[in-house]
């Protein structure tokens, strides 16, 4: 897999490569990628067109494991589908939803999906 940017904006960007897949029961990928364009534009789920990972998760359940959505969401980013972007006060968002982001190798944490 091939590494690729994510960040804030132009000047914070950081080298990623996604986690090996492990494919569970349930979505490939392009049901995936069809399920987070048809949920990011719900208003009852997004702020401002942003929609948040652990949205996200919570939305998918149990038919896409953990490994699998990490996976899904670097290589969608990868492809210029979506940009994955932080959230301004991770650190003041309660643990359980830090728990649900989007945690890189790196240490970076990503809250928000954004569809091109």
Do not use: K
């Not at 986690?19 to 534009?41: H, I, K, S, T």
């Not at 994955?84 to 999906?113: K, N, T």
């Amino acid at each position: 897999m091939r590494p690729t940017l994510v960040g804030m904006g132009p000047f914070f960007r950081t080298r990623v490569v996604a986690p090996p897949l492990v494919r569970g029961e349930g979505l490939n990928y392009d049901e995936f990628m069809a399920l987070v364009r048809e949920l990011a534009q719900r208003d009852d789920l997004t702020t401002h067109g942003l929609l948040a990972i652990p949205t996200l998760r919570r939305e998918c359940g149990p038919r896409l494991a953990r490994a699998d959505l990490d996976a899904f969401l670097v290589r969608l980013h990868d492809e210029g589908v979506i940009h994955l972007l932080s959230h301004v006060e991770f650190d003041s968002l309660p643990a359980a939803v830090q728990d649900e982001s989007l945690r890189l190798a790196s240490g970076q944490e990503l809250y928000w999906v954004r569809c091109l």
